[in-house]
């Protein structure tokens, strides 16, 4: 009888996970967690397929079941050790396969998960390509009803913003963001030519933008037209737009949009894009002024 109690505590402490194994158990769940809910970030970084194929390894390893650990440890010090690590090695081949078998699933629910979340946000992203595929091609309407295009500014720098007059937040805020910044660059704002593009000219009219647009700077031109002519303005800046149902929506419809500022220089090339949520008003306002001093300086 003292023989077999001291045999199953002995079989208890072999087979307890030691601090160490926790340890790392608890680690490799930290970072798992943080692959979830980064893995953009780290398929970017080329560590995604590490991760993965590391998973079943260092859960095993974690738990003492890899064979090439445990045979590396040398022999049981003790024969009563050694017979009962004989005893539990179809346990620990057990415990072996469902590792193997939960990791693989791990991998393949993670793998599903980063999919899903890259189409979803896939449509909701501006994605750029390079300063050739931003350019500054439009046919439309002003506020005071004229038609124009891109030529109409020709000579002068734009600094160009897509909305609508419905938006209930992120358009006034921009426009006054860019007031601000318009303000902050003195005499250089008259080399500006400060643009509101309606994403939404179902409704935003040119009557509709006269009114809309007084409430900001008063350099700032409205412009609309059908929706082929917005359909196009907005292709050409890369402009992520979707009219979507809003039963508490005015007409029962709201636009989801980009919230970018374009920043084109005088010949109707990409210089710049800014969000108003990644610095200051003073500082985009230095950054356009470098820009227009620096041209100077080569002209």
């Not at 091609?137 to 909305?163: C, K, M, P, Y």
């Amino acid at each position: 009888m003292t023989q077999t109690s001291n045999d199953i505590r002995a079989a208890s402490a072999i087979s307890r996970p030691s601090r160490r194994q926790m340890l790392m158990i608890t680690g490799f769940a930290a970072i798992g967690g943080g692959a979830a809910f980064n893995w953009d970030w780290l398929t970017a970084v080329g560590a995604a397929p590490l991760i993965l194929s590391l998973a079943p390894c260092a859960a095993m390893c974690a738990l003492g079941l890899c064979p090439s650990l445990r045979g590396s440890m040398g022999p049981a010090e003790h024969p009563v050790e050694s017979n009962i690590m004989t005893r539990i090695t179809p346990t620990h081949r057990r415990i072996r396969i469902a590792l193997w078998t939960g990791a693989i699933a791990i991998a393949v629910l993670v793998a599903v998960f980063a999919v899903l979340r890259r189409d979803q946000n896939h449509a909701a992203q501006t994605v750029y390509h390079g300063e050739a595929n931003i350019r500054s091609e439009f046919s439309l309407v002003d506020h005071h009803g004229q038609a124009v295009t891109q030529e109409d500014f020709a000579g002068r720098w734009q600094l160009i913003f897509f909305g609508f007059t419905h938006c209930p937040d992120i358009c006034p805020t921009s426009l006054a963001y860019m007031d601000n910044v318009l303000e902050l660059l003195g005499p250089d704002a008259d080399q500006i030519a400060p643009l509101f593009v309606t994403v939404d000219p179902e409704r935003d009219t040119p009557e509709v933008l006269k009114d809309y647009v007084a409430n900001f700077h008063p350099q700032l031109i409205g412009l609309t037209g059908s929706q082929d002519q917005i359909a196009k303005a907005t292709d050409a800046f890369k402009v992520y737009r979707e009219k979507l149902p809003a039963k508490t929506g005015p007409h029962g419809y709201m636009v989801a949009h980009a919230g970018h500022f374009y920043l084109m220089n005088r010949d109707g090339g990409f210089e710049a894009v800014f969000l108003e949520s990644e610095q200051p008003a003073v500082e985009m306002a230095e950054q356009i002024s470098t820009r227009i001093e620096n041209e100077r300086k080569t002209h």
